[in-house]
């Protein structure tokens, strides 16, 4: 039986992942707080302010600054602040809104020399700052995962993949034949509407920010780019670590 095995955000877009237990999901929407802020660097477009989706190209990520994959974050929303933690910097929190210097000043000493610098905090107007142009819920197979880790010699983290909801109890790679159809787990329903092809960051290791895997040379070894889904919510509803998935 397939079931969630795991549910994650990212506060900010490519600057920490944080466990989840349960959340409502709202049709049409991506995952609340998930990229509810991004970072765009110094060589962002000028355009770039927040108010509509735009290329992750313009933000600070971990394809170009692999230590980004190291911090994990902690939300609290009532309150409008997030803590970052990463192994070589001490923990902050702050409300990205209104400190956004503090964090600048924290993330500096892990971005790459040469590579664009991280500039300015920009809030999501409406919706996450996904890769996809829609708004979306990132989703993978833990047994693909794992395949992919025996073909490289290594154990993978599932993190390295920044996906909102992992799935377990599936044979390797069947969710490649998913797409277009539907998704129910708990009160939600998902339709599924492509693969994720992937980037750099997955080469680094999210416990260290080392680029440790040839993630990118496996997957294209087996002729794609490819690792997991982008579903959009078509009805609301909350799902929780446990629940079951089925495919429809």
């Not at 110094?42 to 170009?64: H, I, L, M, Q, Y």
């Not at 002729?223 to 079951?244: A, M, N, P, R």
Request: net charge negative; aromatic share 6%.
């Amino acid at each position: 039986m397939t079931r969630v095995a795991a549910i994650w955000r990212h506060p900010i877009k490519a600057h920490g992942f944080e466990a989840l237990d349960r959340v409502r999901l709202g049709a049409g929407e991506t995952l609340p707080w998930d990229r509810r802020w991004a970072v765009a660097h110094d060589a962002a477009a000028p355009e770039v302010d927040g108010t509509g989706w735009t290329s992750c190209n313009n933000f600070s990520r971990g394809a170009k600054a692999p230590q980004l994959m190291a911090i994990s974050a902690v939300s609290d929303v009532e309150a409008g602040t997030v803590t970052l933690r990463h192994p070589q910097r001490p923990d902050l929190t702050f409300d990205p809104d209104s400190q956004a210097d503090a964090f600048l000043d924290w993330v500096r000493p892990l971005m790459p020399e040469g590579r664009a610098q991280s500039a300015r905090v920009l809030r999501a107007e409406a919706q996450g700052m996904t890769d996809s142009d829609f708004p979306s819920i990132s989703i993978i197979n833990l047994a693909s995962g794992a395949d992919l880790g025996t073909r490289l010699g290594q154990d993978l983290s599932p993190l390295r993949w920044r996906a909102n909801i992992h799935l377990e109890g599936l044979a390797p790679w069947a969710e490649r034949d998913w797409i277009g159809r539907r998704l129910r787990i708990g009160g939600a329903e998902f339709e599924l509407r492509e693969a994720i092809i992937r980037c750099r960051a997955t080469t680094a290791n999210p416990e260290t920010g080392e680029r440790d895997a040839d993630t990118l040379g496996a997957l294209k070894a087996m002729g794609h780019q490819e690792f997991g889904l982008y579903g959009v919510v078509t009805q609301s509803g909350e799902i929780s670590v446990g629940d079951v998935a089925e495919v429809f």
